[in-house]
T-cell receptor, first 112, second 109 residues
Framework: SQTIHQWPATLVQPVGSPLSLECTVE??????LYWYRQAAGRGLQLLFY??????ISSEVPQNLSASRPQDRQFILSSKKLLLSDSGFYLC???????????FGPGTRLTVT | RKEVEQDPGPFNVPEGATVAFNCTYS??????FFWYRQDCRKEPKLLMS???SGNEDGRFTAQLNRASQYISLLIRDSKLSDSATYLC??????????FGTGTSLTVIP
C-alpha cells in the first residue's frame, strides 16, 4: 500500500530564517506531487505541483520554492521566512493522470 | 468570485439525523469533483469522488448537478464520529485543484 510521510510535524522558526520541509511517498512510482498551505480559517491553497523529477509548476508567486530531486521526494524551501508563511503545510500525491489526491500528515509552521 | 464556495456552518445535528451540504463551483469546464473529510488539526482524507450519475457509499451519498454547478453530500443516520469539517474539491485540468473552505459538522449525542 502507498504511504506518504512529512517531517517535521511542527516547526517554529523566526522571521528571516530558512525553511526546508520534506515529503516522501512509498509504494508507488511516478506520482504527481503537490504542496499546499492551509492558513487558519482558510481553504487549502495549492503552492506547487510536480509531474516528474525536476519538473515543478508554481501556482502562487511567493518566497517559497520547491524541488523534486527524486521520483518520490518533494521538498519545500524558503531562504527567508515571512510572518505570513505561517500555516499548515500539506504534501499530497496522486497517480499519474489521476485526480484523487492523498495527503500526508502535514507540518504546522509558526513563524515568529 | 471564488472558484468553490461552501457554507461554513456550523451544522449541529443530533445523532441519527440526516444532513446535507452543498458546494457551488464557478467554472463550467470543471471536470472532477471530490469530498474530503478533515478532522481538527489533521490532514484531509478522501471521502468520495462525485460522479455525474451520483454515487453512494454506505451512509454517504454524493450528487453532481452540472446545470446548476453544484455538488452535494448527504449523510444519513449521523454518527458522533462523523463530526468533522467536510471539504469539497473541484479540478479543471487535473493540475488545478480548488478546495472549498469547508463545512463544519458536529453530531450531538
Amino acid at each position: 500500500s502507498q504511504t506518504i510521510h512529512q517531517w517535521p510535524a511542527t516547526l517554529v522558526q523566526p522571521v528571516g530564517s530558512p525553511l526546508s520541509l520534506e515529503c516522501t511517498v512509498e509504494g508507488t512510482s511516478n506520482p504527481n506531487l503537490y504542496w499546499y498551505r492551509q492558513a487558519a480559517g482558510r481553504g487549502l491553497q495549492l503552492l506547487f505541483y510536480s509531474v516528474g523529477i525536476g519538473q515543478i509548476s508554481s501556482e502562487v508567486p511567493q518566497n517559497l520554492s520547491a524541488s523534486r530531486p527524486q521520483d518520490r521526494q518533494f521538498i519545500l524551501s524558503s531562504k527567508k521566512l515571512l510572518l505570513s508563511d505561517s500555516g499548515f503545510y500539506l504534501c499530497a500525491w496522486s497517480v499519474r493522470g489521476g485526480y484523487e489526491q492523498y495527503f500526508g500528515p502535514g507540518t504546522r509552521l509558526t513563524v515568529t | 468570485r471564488k472558484e468553490v464556495e461552501q457554507d461554513p456552518g456550523p451544522f449541529n445535528v443530533p445523532e441519527g439525523a440526516t444532513v446535507a451540504f452543498n458546494c457551488t463551483y464557478s467554472n463550467s469546464a470543471s471536470q472532477s469533483f471530490f469530498w474530503y473529510r478533515q478532522d481538527c488539526r489533521k490532514e484531509p482524507k478522501l471521502l468520495m469522488s462525485v460522479y455525474s450519475s451520483g454515487n453512494e457509499d454506505g451512509r454517504f451519498t454524493a450528487q453532481l448537478n452540472r446545470a446548476s454547478q453544484y455538488i452535494s453530500l448527504l449523510i444519513r443516520d449521523s454518527k458522533l464520529s462523523d463530526s468533522a469539517t467536510y471539504l469539497c474539491v473541484v479540478t479543471n485540468t487535473g493540475n488545478q485543484f480548488y478546495f472549498g473552505t469547508g463545512t463544519s459538522l458536529t453530531v450531538i449525542p
